[in-house]
C-alpha cells in the first residue's frame, strides 16, 4: 500500500481530541460534543477503525505470535510507562498533601499498578491533585491505550477463526454482538443514569463494532476499491444520517468506509511522518499538560493563550518522546524509521490510537 494517508489521519484525529479538551482551560470551542462529527468520540472511533485495518494486515502479512507481540510493546511501551511514571512522580509537586502524605496514599499506587497494566480506570486520579480542575483525571486519554491493547489481543484470535469459518459471517456476529453490547448499556444509560452503563458502553465490547469494521475492509479491500466511489457515497449519507436523526445500526460501518476511502483512495497528501511520528506522543502527553496549565493558573484570563501555550508544550513533549524515547526503540525495518528517512514511505503498515504499533515484517 503505497502513498496512503494514514500518518495525516493519525496526526489531524489526535489534533481533534486536543481541541475537545481545551475545555479543561475553559475554551469552548464549536462542535466538540459527541453529537457532533468532530467531537471527541468520533475520532477516537475513527482511531479504532485505522487500527482494525492495518492491524489485521499486520497479522496477515506476518502471523508469528511473538514478533507481533514485540512490535507492539516496542511501539507502545516507552513512552506509555514514563508518562505514566512522570505524572505519578513530578504531579506530587501540584498536590494539596505534603510529599510523605502524597507518596505514603494508597491513591498513588494505585495510580501506577493500574496504568501500568493498562487498567487506569481503576484509579484516574492521584492524592490531592487537579481536585479544583473541572474534573481531576490526570490523563483521560489513556482510556483508549487499555482497549487498543485489548484489541492486539484479539486480533489472532479472529483472525484464527476467520479462516477456518466463514469469514463474513463471523464478521458480521462480532459487528453485531459489539453493538448490541454499546447500544444496551448506553440505552440503560439514558433510561437509568448510572454511569456504570455508560462506563461499561466504552468497554472493548461495545468498540469492536468499529475495529471489525476496519477489519473487514482489509480482508476485502480489493472489492471496496471496486466500488469505492459509490460505497463512499452512501457512507457519507449514512453518517449525515446518524448525526442528524440517528442511524447507529449502520454508522460504524459507514465510519469504516469513509475513513479507509480517505486514506488509501484520495490522492497522497504527503509524508506526515518525515520529522517523526508524534502523533502518539501528542496523544498521551497533551492532556496532563493542560491539567497543569490549568491547575497553576497561568494565563486564566485568556483561555486561548494557554490553549496555545498547552498545544506547543505537547508539540514539544512529543518531538523530545520520539527521539529520546520511541524511536531509538524501534528496528530499523520500521514504517516510523523509513518514513524519517524518505520523502515518500514504501509501506505504511501500522495501527492506530495514534499508536500504530506494528513496523514493517
Known amino acids: 500500500m503505497r502513498g496512503n494517508n494514514f500518518d495525516f489521519l493519525r496526526l489531524a484525529l489526535a489534533l481533534l481530541v486536543v481541541r475537545c479538551h481545551g475545555a479543561l482551560l475553559g475554551l469552548h470551542l464549536p462542535w466538540v460534543e459527541d453529537q457532533y462529527f468532530l467531537g471527541g468520540r468520533s475520532a477516537v472511533e475513527c482511531f479504532f477503525v485505522i487500527s482494525g485495518f492495518l492491524i489485521f494486515r499486520s497479522w496477515e502479512l506476518s502471523p508469528k505470535l511473538g514478533r507481533y507481540a514485540e512490535k507492539r510493546a516496542?511501539?507502545?511501551?516507552?513512552?506509555?510507562?514514563?508518562?505514566?511514571?512522570?505524572?505519578?512522580?513530578?504531579?506530587?509537586?501540584?498536590?494539596?498533601?505534603?510529599?510523605?502524605?502524597?507518596?505514603?496514599?494508597?491513591?498513588?499506587?494505585?495510580?501506577?499498578?493500574?496504568?501500568?497494566?493498562?487498567?487506569?480506570?481503576l484509579q484516574n486520579s492521584l492524592p490531592g491533585v487537579f481536585t479544583n480542575s473541572i474534573v481531576d483525571y490526570v490523563n483521560g486519554p489513556l482510556w483508549t491505550i487499555k482497549i487498543e491493547v485489548?484489541?492486539?489481543?484479539?486480533?489472532?484470535?479472529?483472525?484464527?477463526?476467520?479462516?477456518?469459518?466463514?469469514?463474513?459471517?463471523?464478521?458480521?456476529?462480532?459487528?453485531?454482538?459489539?453493538?448490541?453490547?454499546?447500544?444496551?448499556?448506553?440505552?440503560?444509560?439514558?433510561?437509568?443514569?448510572?454511569?456504570?452503563?455508560?462506563?461499561?458502553?466504552?468497554?472493548?465490547?461495545g468498540q469492536l463494532c468499529f475495529f471489525i469494521a476496519g477489519g473487514a475492509l482489509h480482508y476485502y479491500h480489493d472489492a471496496f476499491t471496486q466500488y469505492r466511489h459509490r460505497l463512499f457515497a452512501v457512507a457519507v449519507i449514512v453518517l449525515v444520517g446518524h448525526f442528524t436523526i440517528g442511524l447507529a445500526l449502520i454508522y460504524p460501518a459507514a465510519l469504516a468506509v469513509a475513513v479507509i476511502y480517505f486514506a488509501t483512495c484520495i490522492p497522497y497528501l504527503g509524508n506526515f511522518a518525515k520529522f517523526g511520528d508524534f502523533s502518539y506522543g501528542l496523544y498521551i502527553y497533551h492532556y496532563p499538560i493542560l491539567q497543569i496549565i490549568a491547575a497553576i493558573g497561568l494565563f486564566a484570563g485568556t483561555p486561548w493563550?494557554?490553549?496555545?501555550?498547552?498545544?506547543?508544550?505537547?508539540?514539544?513533549?512529543?518531538?523530545?518522546?520520539?527521539?529520546?524515547?520511541?524511536?531509538?526503540?524501534?528496528?530499523?525495518?520500521?514504517?516510523?524509521?523509513?518514513?524519517?528517512?524518505?520523502?515518500?514511505?514504501?509501506?505504511?503498515?501500522?495501527?492506530?490510537?495514534?499508536?500504530?504499533?506494528?513496523?514493517?515484517?
Not at 98 to 117: D, H, I
Not at 177 to 188: D, I, Q, T
Open 74 to 121: 516496542r511501539r507502545i511501551l516507552p513512552a506509555y510507562v514514563f508518562v505514566v511514571l512522570a505524572c505519578a512522580f513530578g504531579l506530587s509537586l501540584l498536590s494539596e498533601l505534603p510529599a510523605r502524605s502524597y507518596f505514603a496514599s494508597s491513591e498513588f499506587y494505585r495510580y501506577v499498578g493500574s496504568n501500568l497494566v493498562f487498567l487506569g480506570f
Open 150 to 205: 485489548m484489541f492486539y489481543v484479539c486480533v489472532p484470535v479472529i483472525a484464527w477463526l476467520a479462516n477456518r469459518t466463514h469469514r463474513v459471517g463471523l464478521f458480521v456476529l462480532v459487528y453485531a454482538l459489539s453493538l448490541a453490547w454499546k447500544l444496551g448499556f448506553e440505552y440503560a444509560y439514558a433510561t437509568t443514569d448510572r454511569g456504570t452503563f455508560e462506563l461499561l458502553a466504552k468497554q472493548l465490547p
Open 305 to 361: 493563550l494557554a490553549f496555545t501555550t498547552g498545544m506547543i508544550l505537547a508539540i514539544v513533549a512529543s518531538y523530545l518522546s520520539w527521539h529520546l524515547l520511541e524511536r531509538p526503540m524501534l528496528p530499523r525495518s520500521s514504517h516510523y524509521v523509513k518514513s524519517s528517512e524518505t520523502e515518500k514511505p514504501a509501506e505504511n503498515e501500522k495501527s492506530a490510537m495514534p499508536l500504530a504499533l506494528n513496523q514493517n515484517p
